[in-house]
Each structure stands twice: as C-alpha cells, then as structure tokens.
C-alpha cells in the first residue's frame, strides 16, 4: 500500500511563498507522473501543476509563472514551490501520484491546507 505524506501548507499574505513537499512510501515499481491539485470551498478539485518521471512538466494557467514542481526521484518526493501567492489560491492541495505495482495505481496524499490572507 502507497502513503503519500504532504507538509509545508500554512497561513502566509498575499505575495508571500510556500514549499509543499510529498513524499511517497509502500511497494512501488515505479512512480510515473506525480503532481498537486487543489481544492478550493465550494469549488470541484483541479490540478495545479504535475511533473513526469523525465521532468515534463505540466501546469494550470492560472499557476503558470509563479508556481514551480519538481520532484527527486531517489527520494520519492515531489514539491510545489508556490511564489507571489495569492487569496485565489487558498486551498486545500493535495498530492498525487500515479505508478505501477504489478498494475498501475494511482495514490493521493491526505491534503495540506495552504490560506493565503492579510
């Protein structure tokens, strides 16, 4: 069974930064694409951004230029460097990754709650 751990949400103002780290454990093979969506109140899950196992990354429009993933595959984790953050990005961000074990899964993270206000 895959866990996958978040951290680093928190409380910051408009314009601050954030680092969101995931690290994944349990049986894997392989690990394809891992990646962070977000879930505002009120408002259906969305992806943030996600990255592949060569480093393609992916992000929402909404995100692009500001947030940056990256991931470090001996470690099995995947972040989400969030910059010049703003009250639209409040959310609860959750990690996901996608592998195979024998069949190919997919595996969320628990969420971490990131509330961007003055």
């Known amino acids: 069974q895959v866990q996958l751990v978040e951290s680093g949400g928190g409380l910051v103002q408009p314009g601050g930064s954030l680092r969101l780290s995931c690290a994944a454990s349990g049986s894997m093979f392989s690990i394809n694409v891992m990646g962070w969506h977000r879930q505002a109140p009120g408002k259906q899950r969305e992806l943030v951004a996600s990255?592949?196992?060569?480093?393609?990354?992916n992000y929402a429009d909404s995100v692009k230029g500001r947030f940056t993933i990256s991931r470090d595959n001996a470690k099995k984790t995947v972040y989400l460097q969030m910059n010049s953050l703003k009250p639209e990005d409040t959310a609860v961000y959750y990690c996901?990754?996608?592998?195979?074990?024998?069949?190919?899964?997919?595996?969320w993270g628990q969420g971490t709650l990131v509330t961007v206000s003055s």
């Open positions: 990255i592949t196992s060569d480093g393609s990354t």
């Open positions: 996901n990754l996608n592998g195979y074990y024998f069949n190919a899964f997919d595996a």
